[in-house]
């Protein structure tokens, strides 16, 4: 049973070392970086929609400062393209933003008029699948003795005069 129990606890180490291993970079809007989309490089909605998003990736948006920023704003905002009250700017013109908890997340580009045509992006990051270990029974063979005669019967009791 501890054997079980320690081989369990490291597995579970194991997967989540693998999360952190296998982080993936995501430029957004791929090589068309954070642009307007009305020249017609991207569409954000279409460049998230087959992406599977996990917690320690990282999201580049890549753009030209002069033009364009990055808002993280909540989903109210989003639907309503309002970059006022932002949770965070960033305006660097190469942000990094890693990934760290599970949900969705709302970006927009701050300029006026760009998130209402279609500069946003919508993410959902979902957990990692789980991996549910298999109990694995090893048999334990029993030593067998190589006689396979009757055990001898017990001797009668005899009686001497």
């Known amino acids: 049973m501890a054997l079980a129990v320690r081989n369990l ?7 989540t070392l693998c999360q952190v291993c296998f982080a993936v970079v995501y430029n957004v809007g791929d090589s068309a970086g ?21 917690v320690g990736d990282v999201l580049v ?3 030209k400062r002069l033009f364009h ?45 760009h998130c209402h045509i279609g500069q946003k992006l919508h993410i959902k990051i979902i957990p990692f699948p789980v991996i549910i270990p298999i109990p694995v029974i090893i048999p334990i063979p029993v030593p067998q003795s190589n006689n396979t005669s ?9 009686l001497s005069p």
């Open 9 to 15: 606890v490291a597995l579970l180490m194991i997967t």
């Open 34 to 54: 954070w642009t307007l989309p009305i020249y017609g490089k991207v569409d954000y909605e279409k460049w998230a929609s087959p992406k599977k998003f996990h």
């Open 61 to 63: 948006f890549k753009y």
């Open 69 to 113: 920023n990055v808002k993280q704003v909540t989903k109210q905002h989003f639907k309503t393209c309002n970059a006022k009250f932002a949770i965070a700017t960033y305006t660097s013109g190469s942000d990094h933003i890693t990934l760290k908890t599970i949900g969705d997340l709302y970006f927009v580009s701050g300029f006026p008029g």
């Open 150 to 158: 009757p055990a001898p019967s017990p001797a009668p009791d005899v």
